[in-house]
């Protein structure tokens, strides 16, 4: 599998093990008129696959929206690989505009503004996880949800890391 770029996370985990991402965004036509695209980026630990995210566009209420899902194998939970790394992600979904130019219905994606996750009710983990690195619960939908402005928020340190 070829990817598209290397990413370097620049904290390490728990047990000081530096950290990459190494991501995919592919297009998938599916209509003459609909295309889906969608990233993976591979979380390794020097040559250990340890994670993943997987990273789908949603057009929905007027803008650009990506849908992460967030997988960790069971052998490397507790390190802190998911929660140091997801910055680093989100950091280029928001800023390194990893999707623009993309084509997608009902146009051409310019600008992710909005990061959720779909977090089963009982996986605390996860739920940790996400209010760790500044994602808020949308009571409506339940999904944990993050605005670009609230990422460069936290990103500047206007708002607390918690």
């Known amino acids: ?46 040559d250990e696959l340890v994670g993943k995210f997987d990273a789908f566009i949603l057009n929905t209420r007027g803008g650009n929206e990506v849908e992460l899902e967030c997988f960790s194998d069971p052998v490397y939970r507790g390190r802190g690989n998911m929660n140091v790394s997801m910055p680093t992600v989100l950091e280029d979904i928001f800023q390194g505009h990893a999707f623009d130019g993309y084509n997608t219905r009902p146009g051409v994606i310019s600008d992710i503004d909005t990061v959720s996750l779909a977090i089963a009710e009982d996986n605390l983990a996860s739920q940790k996880i996400a209010m760790n690195n500044g994602f808020k619960q949308n009571k409506v939908t339940e999904a944990y949800e993050m605005t670009k402005n609230e990422f ?6 206007k708002v607390k890391d918690k």
């Open 1 to 46: 599998m070829e990817f598209d770029k290397r990413i370097e996370v620049p904290l390490a985990n728990k047990n000081g093990e530096s950290l990459s991402l190494l991501r995919k965004i592919s297009q998938e036509q599916i209509s003459k008129d609909n295309s889906k695209v969608s990233g993976v980026y591979y979380l390794f630990s020097g």
């Open 152 to 157: 460069l928020d936290l990103k500047s340190g």
